[in-house]
């Protein structure tokens, strides 16, 4: 099962990412994109190929899965990677290497880690090129009530002029977490919609639009809409 990593690693300088945190960071993938490379070059990820147009360059390899990092807009302290991975088994061989353990060893100073988060998206590759290169990436989380297969069919079916008009070029991606939400009540689920803008603008409008604006745009499922929660990011690798 395709699934895509969101990781928040907040920095431990509020509202800020220093120099150095965003030096670890990079050191942190590039030591990933070299162990993706060792380990699972071409057959285990969906998103690799037998054959690399660029010569091999970790860049490229990068871009193929979806793996960068995220300054989010409203709090310039909070940064977002992403990642593609094959399974969460996958990405937790990666969390288990040696090779993690000792890029994370020397970020972690620079991080507020009471306050780290991440989850999986299940059957999504959210982070294409074209959606890595968006000036702005949001990400809208939706928590539902039960009969979740339901809700997605309805949100897929409505996104075409509900969403997509709103974001063009840009088309978003939506799938359900994998990880349960803490406090969630039995039956709660998320649904995750990723994608770029082509304005800060439009893009901030949205984020301060909140359920609001999704309600906007989706009224017809709002009986399900437990909540909602938008944030912006620009990229920063």
Same mark, same amino acid.
């Given at each position: ?140 989380? &939706?928590?539902?009530?039960? $009969?979740?297969? /339901?809700?997605? *069919? %309805?949100? =897929?079916?409505?996104? #075409?002029? !509900?969403?997509? +008009? ?26 995750? &919609?990723?994608?770029?803008? $082509?304005?800060? /603008?439009?893009? *901030? %409008?949205? =984020?301060?639009?909140? #359920?609001? !604006?999704?309600? +906007? ?21």
């Amino acid at each position: 099962m395709t699934v895509t990593e969101l990781a928040f690693l907040p920095s431990a300088t509020p509202g800020e990412v220093p120099a150095a945190y965003l030096r670890e960071g990079t050191a942190a993938i590039e030591a990933q994109d070299q162990w993706c490379a060792e380990n699972f070059p071409v057959t285990d990820t969906t998103t690799s190929t037998p054959t690399d147009p660029e010569g091999g360059k970790p860049h490229w390899h990068r871009e193929r899965r979806g793996a960068a990092l995220y300054q989010q807009r409203s709090d310039g302290g909070v940064v977002l990677v992403t990642a593609h991975w094959a399974s969460v088994e996958q990405h937790q061989a990666w969390i288990a290497s040696p090779a993690n353990q000792g890029v994370m060893a020397r970020l972690a100073p620079l991080v507020s880690a009471q306050d780290v988060a991440f989850f999986h998206v299940r059957d999504a590759e959210m982070f294409t090129p074209h959606t890595l290169g968006a000036p702005v990436l949001s990400v809208t989380r &939706v928590r539902v009530r039960a $009969e979740a297969g /339901e809700f997605m *069919g %309805r949100f =897929e079916s409505e996104r #075409g002029k !509900a969403l997509d +008009e709103l974001t063009a070029p840009y088309r978003h991606t939506a799938g359900w977490r994998v990880e349960r939400v803490e406090g969630a009540a039995e039956g709660e689920e998320e649904l995750v &919609v990723v994608g770029g803008w $082509e304005s800060e /603008e439009s893009a *901030g %409008r949205w =984020e301060e639009g909140g #359920g609001r !604006a999704f309600a +906007e745009r989706f009224g017809g499922l709002m009986r399900e809409v437990l909540g909602v929660d938008v944030k912006t990011y620009r990229r920063i690798l």
